[in-house]
Structure formats: structure tokens, C-alpha cells
């Protein structure tokens, strides 16, 4: 029982740099989403999806792309890196119902330097 | 739209004190709500649930009573441990809106021997 799984765990970017984290899930949920947590920040929701091929943004999309072409995978794309983007990242997902608590992966813990 | 407001932290305690973390929701509809922890390193986990007004979630020794009149889910433990020690998030869901999920900021218990 997999669950969510993210990789990678760790990753140093230079500026401008682009590269893509990945999210999959095995649970079948038609809702998925990434946050980035910053110190003091709380989760602040980056996009989300509520299943394949409809994407929307969050409260802080700008600097990231999304996609969902399969129920599984969301993966978040970072376009030019920056410094501002250095967070630990999250994805969670969800199912539709009254149930719908969120699972989570381990993390992506990024730095732009 | 949907929001959560909890307790700012950080609470310091000792080993074997009572706990209360306080958490306060808006919702346009009939929300589930949720308590998640965070342990260092890692991902958001469920803690424990409740589906609707006066419903009582449990775990680990940990409670929470959804109250529709005053529109709270505080997080109470009896006697906390040293093993307690993480970042607590009280959260909701919304049938109405896909699954998704709303976020507290979080609360960083330290729990001292």
C-alpha cells in the first residue's frame, strides 16, 4: 500500500533551472493537489485538480505549471526556478465524498540557490 | 469561502499536562473536519475525524468534538508526552467543493521531559 509517493525527496536547483517533482497515487482519488510549507507559513495550496485533465490554481500558482493526464500522477513543474521558491513541497490527495480526508506524500524539500 | 483559524503556537509543555489547541472554522456548507499531525521529516498524517455536529473523534488519546454551534473542533489530550512533540493541523472538508481541503496554519507542540 503505497499511498502518495513523491520524488524526489531532496533537490538543489540553480536559478533559471527548471525541473518537474513528481506525485503518484494508487488509491484512485479524483482530487489531487501540491502545497509548498514554508516556516510560519502554514500549507499554502500551489494547484490542484479535481481529476484528470481539469487542473485550477491555488492561492500561490505563479512560477508553476501542472497536469494531470492519468488519475495517478500531478506532476508540478517549476518553469525558471528562483530563490523565492525554496519550501518544502507536498502533494496530497482525496477522494469525493463526506470522507474525504487527505493523504499525503513524504515531501520534496527544495532549494534554489 | 471556506477558512480555518487555529491557535498560534508555539505551546510548550511538560510531560503529562493537558492540552487543548483551539481551532475555529467558516464553511458555506456541512464540512467534515479533521486534526492532522506533522512529525519532523515528514509528511501531514491523519490524526483522528469527525463527519458531523456532536460527533467525537479519537486517537492516540487525543479528542476532538465537532460543535456546529460554535463552530469549533479543538484538539484536547490529557496528558501529553514527549513522543507528542510535532505540528498540529486542524483542517476541513467540504463535500460541496470537490473534496478539497482547507488548512489551519499549524501548531508546533514541544512536549519537555
Known amino acids: 500500500n503505497a499511498g502518495v509517493t513523491q520524488t524526489p525527496k531532496f533537490q538543489v536547483l540553480k536559478t533559471g533551472q527548471s525541473m518537474t517533482l513528481q506525485c503518484?497515487?494508487?488509491?484512485?482519488?479524483?482530487?489531487?493537489?501540491w502545497y509548498r510549507q514554508d516556516p510560519g507559513m502554514g500549507?499554502?495550496?500551489?494547484?490542484?485538480?479535481?481529476g484528470a485533465g481539469i487542473t485550477?490554481?491555488?492561492?500561490?500558482?505563479?512560477?508553476?505549471?501542472?497536469?494531470r493526464s492519468t488519475t495517478e500522477d500531478f506532476p508540478l513543474r517549476l518553469l525558471s526556478a528562483a530563490p523565492s521558491q525554496t519550501s518544502v513541497y507536498f502533494c496530497a490527495s482525496s477522494s469525493r465524498g463526506i470522507y474525504?480526508?487527505?493523504f499525503f506524500g513524504q515531501g520534496t524539500r527544495l532549494t534554489v540557490v | 469561502?471556506?477558512?480555518?483559524?487555529?491557535?498560534?503556537?508555539?505551546?510548550?509543555?511538560?510531560?503529562?499536562?493537558?492540552?487543548?489547541?483551539?481551532?475555529?472554522?467558516?464553511?458555506?456548507?456541512?464540512?467534515?473536519?479533521?486534526?492532522?499531525?506533522?512529525?519532523?521529516?515528514?509528511?501531514?498524517?491523519?490524526?483522528?475525524?469527525?463527519t458531523?455536529?456532536?460527533?467525537?473523534?479519537s486517537n492516540k488519546g487525543f479528542e476532538a468534538t465537532y460543535r456546529k454551534e460554535t463552530t469549533s473542533f479543538h484538539l484536547e489530550k490529557g496528558s501529553v508526552q514527549v513522543s507528542d512533540s510535532a505540528v498540529y493541523f486542524c483542517a476541513l472538508s467540504d463535500p460541496t467543493n470537490a473534496g478539497k481541503s482547507t488548512f489551519g496554519d499549524g501548531t508546533t507542540l514541544t512536549v519537555k521531559p
Open chain 1, 24 to 33: 503518484a497515487q494508487d488509491m484512485n482519488h479524483e482530487y489531487m493537489s
Open chain 1, 43 to 50: 500549507l499554502r495550496l500551489i494547484h490542484y485538480s479535481v
Open chain 1, 56 to 67: 485550477d490554481q491555488g492561492e500561490v500558482p505563479n512560477g508553476y505549471n501542472v497536469s
Open chain 1, 100 to 102: 474525504t480526508e487527505a
Open chain 2, 1 to 50: 469561502g471556506d477558512s480555518v483559524t487555529q491557535m498560534e503556537g508555539p505551546v510548550t509543555l511538560s510531560e503529562e499536562a493537558f492540552l487543548t489547541i483551539n481551532c475555529t472554522y467558516t464553511a458555506t456548507g456541512y464540512p467534515s473536519l479533521f486534526w492532522y499531525v506533522q512529525y519532523p521529516g515528514e509528511g501531514l498524517q491523519l490524526l483522528l475525524k469527525a
Open chain 2, 52 to 57: 458531523k455536529a456532536d460527533d467525537k473523534g
